[in-house]
Structures are given as C-alpha cells and as structure tokens.
C-alpha cells in the first residue's frame, strides 16, 4: 500500500507559478513511476506528466515547456513545477505512484485556480 498525499496547490494569476508536492508513504518510493495528472470541472482526467524511478520525465504537450517534474527519493517526493500558467490549467491535480505498469495509487489531489 502507498499513501500519497498533495500539498501546494492555491490561486495563482496568469502568468505566475506553482509547485506541487506529492509525499509518500508505504513502501520503497524509489520503485515506483510517479505521475501527475488533472481534472477540470465536467472534463475528464488527463495525464500531465509522469518520472520513472530512473529520472526519465514523459510531460503532455499541453504543458510541455511550463511545467517540470521531478523527484527525490531519499524524499519520498515527487514535484511538479508549473510556470507560465494559463486559466485552462485551472484544475484539481493528483499524484499517481504506478507500480507495474498501471497508476495504483492516488491522492486526494489538490486545487490550483488561474485567474486571467
């Protein structure tokens, strides 16, 4: 079992920048691919970007050049750096960990609002 739990979301203008926190708890952190993904009101969820437990960072095209994830495993941590944010990025955003190939475990997520 991993128990993962987001914090840094909030209300942000256009423009500026976020950083999302994942931590982990459970198991060894380090096996496991972390993703983060979204949900915006009444659309459906869509991947953001996600790490391997090597460093190898997959992001979607919608934030690609914005946003940066990455993660410490002496941590057990997975960040999402968000710059550059637009209103269509408003969303709730969870963390994912994935263990053999399919995202198992979720957090409760976390709210990020961008004003224009």
């Known amino acids: 079992q991993v128990q993962l739990v987001e914090s840094g979301g909030g209300s942000v203008q256009a423009g500026g920048s976020l950083r999302l926190s994942c931590k982990a708890s459970g198991r060894t952190f380090s096996r496991y691919v972390m993703g983060w993904f979204r949900q915006a009101p009444e659309k459906e969820r869509e991947f953001v970007a996600s790490?391997?437990?090597?460093?190898?960072?997959t992001v979607a095209r919608s934030v690609k050049g914005r946003f940066t994830i990455s993660r410490d495993n002496a941590k057990s941590t997975a960040v999402l750096q968000m710059n550059s944010l637009k209103p269509e990025d408003t969303a709730r955003y969870y963390c994912?960990?994935?263990?053999?190939?399919?995202?198992?475990?979720w957090g409760q997520g976390t709210q990020v609002t961008v004003s224009s």
């Open positions: 790490i391997s437990f090597e460093g190898v960072t």
């Open positions: 994912a960990a994935a263990g053999a190939g399919t995202y198992d475990w």
